[in-house]
């Protein structure tokens, strides 16, 4: 059983950063991938940016590239997401969540955590 926390959100206004984290714990932790997925109100919950815990693969979310950076730290069990450049359409929970293999689809994640709320102001 893998349990994830993520934290580190907040309300902040257009143009600030936040450094999300979601810290993994448990025996079994071993994941190929880990990813960052974020829900609106009234929406679905969209993929944002996937690492693969060698480091080796990274992708994003056009509507985050250049301005989000997926990280991890193997030693710590954590993912980390650094999100610059923030506007009210990043408005969000943001979960993290486990695969076992290189995707970008919810279906394909398990182990969500609780999630954090992004909140941008105008």
């Known amino acids: 059983q893998v349990q994830l926390v993520e934290s580190g959100g907040g309300l902040v206004q257009a143009g600030a950063s936040l450094r999300l984290s979601c810290a993994a714990s448990g025996r079994t932790f071993s994941p190929y991938a880990m990813a960052w997925f974020r829900q609106a109100p009234g929406k679905e919950r969209d993929f944002v940016a996937a690492i693969t815990w060698s480091g080796g693969t990274i992708g994003y979310a056009d509507s985050v590239n250049g301005r989000f950076t997926i990280s991890r730290d193997k030693a710590k069990n954590t993912l980390y997401l650094q999100m610059n450049s923030l506007n009210p359409e990043d408005t969000a929970v943001y979960y993290c969540?486990?695969?076992?293999?290189?995707?970008?689809?919810?279906?394909?994640?398990?182990?969500w955590g609780q999630g954090t709320q992004v909140t941008v102001s105008s």
């Open positions: 969540a486990i695969s076992t293999h290189w995707s970008r689809t919810t279906e394909d994640f398990g182990s």
